[in-house]
């Protein structure tokens, strides 16, 4: 089925019921946006064969992708960012301006800086490079839907190595830092090394959901929304260390 501008439906699956953009019962909806064909019935085909996932729609222009958000209202919106009549930069800031807002995550060829702080500054929760498998690409759908914010490998080491290097003019190490109990530290700490959820309880010594508890005071002490702006934060002001 085809829907007004040009994006392909998947209607032959039921789609759940949703509270809050999220599928409340059933596979969690993607909307995938890619114009290289191929590519995109590759990812198509990953998203398809994973019996926990819906594929909403699938587009390959910024007009269709604009279209599919209003009709399809997708749980998570998974679009590259050079598309041919304009930026999957404008796609994912058209996303967060609805409400309920789709999670939304890049999969593109580009791992520059410039790209990456582009994505996450417009609202992009997770960052994907075209070269990981099919079943990484639907492992980091389900850790997007379940509260993480999946990263490439190479991009995530790029921004640690970034963060290494204070910016010019920038803060020194805890200036302007909010106080964090020792706990919360430690938390931030192993989140920032990439730990799990489940890896931190067992490294701490407590349950799963003490950390989410640790982890969501840590967010509003922070002002981010994502594990990626948290260690941009954390790095940033100087709350951890990479060698600590």
Known sequence: MTIPGGCRSMA????????????????????LVEDDAPTRQRIAKAIQSDPTLRLAGQCGTLAEGLAALESLRPAVLLTDLDLPDGSGIDLIRAARAHEPAPLCMVITVFGDEKHVLAAIEAG????????GTSEYVAASLHELFEGGSPISPPIARHLMLRMQTPARGGPEAGEGAPHLSEREREVLSAIVKGFSYAEIASLLGVSTHTVATHVRRLYHKLAVHSRSEAVYEALQLGIVKLDD
């Open 124 to 131: 992009a929760l997770g960052y994907l490079l075209k070269d």
């Open 12 to 31: 032959e699956r039921p789609r759940a019921a949703a509270i809050g953009g999220h599928a409340a019962m059933g596979e969690p909806s993607v909307l």
